[in-house]
């Protein structure tokens, strides 16, 4: 069934190259864009409807949070971006607000009951759980971006390093999208050939120091991300769209898993038209597992700190 998508911050980068990715990806029925500054959402809108007729059959609009009543999945993308030398919770202070706000917007709007919140601003792992708090809906509605942008750098990063193919190269950064995001070199493979068995130890800590360095450095040198976690929004927004069952690390709520209760961050999930529909509780080397545990302690404690 054909879908639409509401992007909240539409008018922002990440909202408007998400939206990008969603023409040329030309599987969702409906674009629409919202952003506090309307002229900016109208603008978008209006260049991506003008490359309509070469791109793909789709409703592209802008407007208020009224119209994302209709909408199948609402992506918020607004708020602050990091400053180059602030950590993501830094802007837990700044960020908070602008996302209660909006999710009060998205509460008065009655949207479908089977619609689904899809967070990427940041802090995400905290703006994700303060959605599934705030607006008491059923968990498998609401999930984050995640790790699934860092793992999408870490295995680019991987395929350049090694003159692989970035498509076939498998690996995931699991726990926080932030500093304490972790690299799990256990599920590392292409074409089912273990990773860690084809670079020395220096190497693989130098991927993952890339990796994890990455949103700061583009931050620095284009002023914020904007492709990579266009096409990252897309992955997770179709593989909604489609039902795919696709297997993304998207940050959803834990429930038991490896022992965690509450926190939301990333395990590798099963992502389909409900939304999550299944956290896996993968095997993981022990150094990995305490890592997922330093993650979600570092998360709970950011968690405890809001006001
Ligand atoms: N999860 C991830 O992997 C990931 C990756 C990159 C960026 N981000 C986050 O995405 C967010 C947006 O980044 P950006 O680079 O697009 O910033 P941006 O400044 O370019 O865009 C943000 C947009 O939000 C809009 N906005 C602010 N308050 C609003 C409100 N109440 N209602 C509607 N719109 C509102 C602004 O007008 C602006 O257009 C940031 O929080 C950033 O940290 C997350």
């Known amino acids: 069934m054909p879908i639409k998508i509401s992007i909240i911050g539409g008018g922002g980068r990440v909202g408007s190259n998400a939206a990008y990715a969603l023409q040329l990806g030309g599987i969702v029925r409906g674009i629409h864009l919202v952003d506090a500054n309307e002229d900016l959402a109208q603008g978008e809108a209006l260049d991506l409807l003008h490359g309509s007729s070469i791109a793909a059959d789709q409703l592209i609009t802008a407007g208020p949070a009224s119209q994302a009543a209709d909408a199948d999945v609402v992506c918020i993308t607004a708020g602050s971006r990091r400053k180059p030398d602030e950590s993501r919770l830094d802007l837990i202070n700044r960020n908070v607000s602008i996302f209660k706000s909006i999710l009060e917007e998205l509460r008065t709007s009655r949207l479908d009951k089977n619609a689904i919140i899809f967070v990427v601003s940041n802090p995400v792992d905290i703006l994700t759980r303060l959605a599934i708090e705030h607006l008491g809906w059923d968990p498998a509605r609401v999930m984050g971006l995640g790790t699934v942008l860092d793992t999408a750098r870490f295995?680019?990063?991987?395929?350049?390093?090694?003159?692989?193919?970035?498509?076939?190269?498998?690996?995931?950064?699991?726990?926080?999208?932030?500093?304490s995001m972790f690299p799990a070199w256990s599920t590392a493979t292409v074409a089912g050939m273990s990773l860690t068995k084809m670079m020395d130890v220096s190497k693989q800590i130098d991927l993952f120091k890339r990796t994890q360095g990455s949103g700061a450095e583009v931050i620095r040198r284009k002023g914020g991300a904007g492709y990579a976690v266009g096409v990252s929004i897309a992955e997770v927004i179709h593989a909604i769209a489609l039902d795919r069952g696709a297997i993304l690390p998207v940050s959803t709520r834990m429930n038991g898993h490896h022992g965690l209760k509450g926190t939301c961050l990333s395990l590798p999930t099963?992502?389909?038209?409900?939304?999550?529909?299944?956290?896996?509780?993968?095997?993981?080397?022990?150094?990995?597992?305490?890592?997922?545990?330093?993650?979600?302690?570092?998360?709970?404690?950011?968690?405890?700190?809001?006001?």
């Open 155 to 179: 295995r680019s990063l991987i395929a350049a390093e090694m003159k692989l193919p970035p498509t076939q190269v498998k690996a995931m950064i699991l726990g926080e999208h932030g500093d």
């Open 270 to 307: 099963t992502v389909g038209r409900g939304g999550v529909v299944h956290a896996h509780e993968v095997e993981l080397w022990p150094k990995e597992a305490s890592s997922l545990r330093a993650s979600a302690a570092a998360l709970d404690e950011t968690w405890k700190s809001l006001a």
